[in-house]
């Protein structure tokens, strides 16, 4: 897939949770703050400190400072609710 076609992919999906690919291995999973021709921003979701149990204690409980992924970067991106069922 090409630079423009995650570039309507992205604009898509602005302001929901997601996680993508890029081609240096990295997976970033958070939300979609804005989108240039040129760049995603996203916004990193936060793990919580320390092993938990079960649902008490483990898991994401926010989001941090956005940050850039270049759209020629991404080799894939997917919604992450499909992740979090």
Same mark, same amino acid.
């Given at each position: 897939m090409s630079g423009g076609n995650y570039y309507q992919l992205c604009h898509r999906h602005r302001g929901r949770t997601v996680r993508i690919n890029d081609r240096f291995g990295r997976t970033h999973l958070g939300r979609i703050t804005r989108v240039t021709p040129?760049?995603?921003y996203i916004q990193?979701? %936060? %793990? %919580?400190n320390g092993i938990g149990y079960g649902f008490y204690g483990g898991g994401f409980y926010g989001f941090g400072a956005p940050y850039a992924v270049a759209l020629g970067a991404i080799t894939g991106l997917a919604l992450a609710s499909l992740f979090f069922w």
């Open positions: 040129s760049h995603v990193p979701m %936060r %793990r %919580r």
